[in-house]
């Protein structure tokens, strides 16, 4: 499987999911508008650790959304969410919708 990209997260296919639960399907949410990066329809679980999500797809595919990107089929597997960062003369920092 390749990385999967929707604005500035990024599915990265890992070989098992780690961490403990968490009770929601929100991957990002934006800090300027609110949107949200999350998982709308299939059957999925949502994991944290260390300050890294994790998100395993039990259903064939999972559709992840947000309010301005085009929604995308999340195959079955196990995945390492990513925030896209970038650098400025202050430091890194991550990018928000």
């Given at each position: 499987m390749q990385a999967i990209r929707q604005g500035d997260v990024i599915l990265l296919p890992i070989q098992e999911v780690t961490?403990?639960?968490?009770?929601?399907?929100?991957?990002?949410e934006g800090e300027v508008t609110g949107h949200k990066h999350r998982i709308t329809k299939g059957e999925a679980q949502l994991f944290n650790k260390d300050g890294t999500l994790y998100l395993r797809v039990l259903s064939e595919t999972a559709l992840l959304t947000h309010e301005e990107?085009?929604?995308?089929?999340?195959?079955?597997?196990?995945?390492?969410?990513?925030?896209q960062r970038e650098y400025e003369p202050e430091g890194w920092r991550y990018v928000a919708d």
């Open positions: 961490g403990e639960m968490i009770p929601h399907l929100t991957l990002a990107h085009q929604a995308i089929p999340i195959p079955q597997g196990h995945w390492m969410v990513k925030i």
